[in-house]
């Protein structure tokens, strides 16, 4: 015979189970702050007891005959997931990592695939999860549950009051100067964080797409036509770049071109999904709002509404973000139309074709946007092919909590290396086009943790990430015609972002359009925000 408990304890079960065994890395943030020793103790203990009341408050709020089971199995699964990332990576699940994991596709899913993740849904996942399928709760009359449901609703909401009243200067604390702790509550977090990402995604009325630059033309007084290739890169930290001053070569190609570094470039965010469409938006860092630039045409759409430039958008990431969905877009990440796949698609092999494509637009200006595989981890080992790895011996797994760190930075600089060869070939190309004012720019979209402070990967709140995540590997390669139109350009020493490439094209293109401000874009003087 089945066992039977009341839905009462099986919320307390459950809340118990919540806070000892899916919040490890809450309580390791916590005790990394206020240190274990004397009335420390209590306090950290005390937020053992605010969040298991947190949680049967929230349970009993929402409980219900036919939604308490299968609202604590989706739970319980789900939080064994992220209680595995947040553990072994330290990041914060929140509604920008929830929107990348929803666009990452299933070969870049597979990379975050373990031995040590399959433990933890199996044993905080699966094992509780049949445990609470097959239990059998004993429900009493209507009337019966609502009466209790009520009570126990009161009995924790003055618990969390008096537990925080009570020790009022802990928890002033707690919540005004280490705000963040309460990012790695699990699941309480990663809920509210879910809420807010499908309500934004799904549950709000759905805006029109607002029109930008539909004034802007080019003037064909300068008969050379532009050739601009833009590459994204993906996950390239500034201080790993050898044109940067890192001691390793990981970048001995392009020390031999002659391109404008930036040595102080940094991110508008750091995730992917955030980043990308940050990079090609009106919206400046300060003003960005991912729904806002979804809904609102990019630079894309501008050089598009000249009706002179022909643009083509390659990915062997995941996607463009939402930045490409109204011109000509081609995925090689799959063999098909990538011919450099050996295991995993190459970067180089989105150059295959270029030539063709390039001749058959010769009447027009082009635009061209390589969105690379690069860095992405923590796979690091797979993004650089057996022939071109220079830095020995590698992490060979995607669990990095297992590896020396010298092996993971090993690994992570060999796909730099490989970037290096990517990029050297990309300029190669540009350099058959000499009757051309050629451009090649280079900015990745985020940066990397490699373990500093137990730290890795990337998507910490912009506010509390490292400056490994923000500070990411920029330059410009302008062929000889287009140095010679260029004469004077700003300061590439100086501290630059995202903010500038959406400007950067305009001039580039010459396009005349009341969006363009001159003080953004790179290669043209004018007067510094």
Not at 123 to 148: A, D
Not at 466 to 480: C, R, S
Request: some cysteine.
């Amino acid at each position: 015979m089945r066992s039977s408990i009341t839905q009462t304890k099986l919320i307390l079960y459950a809340s118990l189970f919540f806070v000892l065994f899916d919040n490890y890395e809450f309580f390791h943030q916590v005790i990394t702050i206020y240190q274990p020793t004397g009335t420390n103790i209590i306090y950290i203990i005390s937020t053992a007891v605010v969040l298991f009341a947190l949680l049967n408050l929230f349970f009993h709020i929402v409980s219900a005959k036919y939604v308490t089971k299968p609202l604590m199995i989706v739970l319980l699964l789900i939080s064994s997931v992220t209680g595995y990332f947040m553990n072994t990576y330290h990041i914060v699940i929140d509604e920008e990592m929830i929107r990348n994991a929803l666009q990452t596709n299933v070969s870049e899913a597979s990379d975050l695939w373990s031995f040590w993740l399959f433990l933890y849904l199996f044993f905080l996942g699966i094992i509780p999860s049949v445990w609470v399928y097959r239990v059998k709760i004993h429900y009493h009359s209507w009337k019966t549950e609502i009466v209790s449901k009520l009570k126990m609703s009161i009995l924790f909401l003055v618990l969390i009051v008096v537990t925080v009243t009570g020790f009022g200067k802990f928890y002033t604390s707690f919540f005004r100067e280490h705000k963040i702790l309460r990012f790695y509550t699990n699941p309480p977090f990663w809920m509210d964080c879910l809420r807010i990402y499908f309500t934004q995604t799904y549950f709000t009325q759905t805006p029109t797409l607002k029109l930008m630059g539909k004034d802007a033309t080019i003037d064909d007084q300068n008969l050379s036509r532009k050739l601009v290739i833009v590459v994204v890169g993906e996950a390239a930290r500034a201080d790993h770049f050898s044109i940067n001053g890192y001691q390793r070569p990981t970048t001995p190609l392009l020390e031999n071109e002659h391109i404008i570094n930036y040595p102080y470039m940094y991110s508008c965010a750091t995730s992917t999904a955030q980043s990308v469409p940050c990079m090609f938006s009106y919206f400046t860092h300060s003003e960005y709002d991912y729904t806002k630039a979804y809904y609102t045409e990019n630079i894309l759409d501008i050089l598009n509404h000249t009706k002179k430039v022909a643009i083509l958008w390659r990915d062997n990431n995941s996607n463009s973000k939402g930045v490409a969905l109204r011109v000509r877009y081609e995925n090689f990440r799959i063999p098909k139309n990538n011919p450099k796949c050996d295991g995993e698609c190459r970067d180089v092999g989105m150059l295959s074709g270029l030539q063709a494509y390039i001749e058959a637009n010769k009447d027009k200006h082009i635009l061209i946007v390589l969105h690379q595989m690069g860095n992405h981890g923590p796979a690091y080992y797979k993004r650089s092919p057996q022939r071109s790895k220079k830095f020995m011996p590698e992490c060979m797994t995607n669990q990095l909590e297992q590896c020396e760190r010298q092996g993971i930075i090993n690994a992570y600089d060999n796909a730099l290396h490989y970037t290096d060869i990517f990029l050297n070939q990309t300029i190669a190309l540009a350099k058959k086009y000499p009757d051309k004012e050629v451009a090649v720019i280079y900015m990745s979209d985020h940066g990397e943790s490699l373990g500093e402070s137990g730290i890795y990967l990337h998507g910490l709140p912009y506010f509390i990430a490292p400056d490994a995540q923000k500070h990411i590997g920029a330059f410009i390669w302008l062929n000889y015609t287009l140095r010679k139109k260029l004469a004077h350009i700003k300061d590439p020493q100086q501290t630059r972002s995202h903010d500038y490439l959406f400007h950067t094209l305009l001039g580039l293109f010459d396009v005349r359009t009341s969006v363009y401000d001159v003080s953004l874009d790179l290669l043209h003087k004018g007067k510094e925000k």
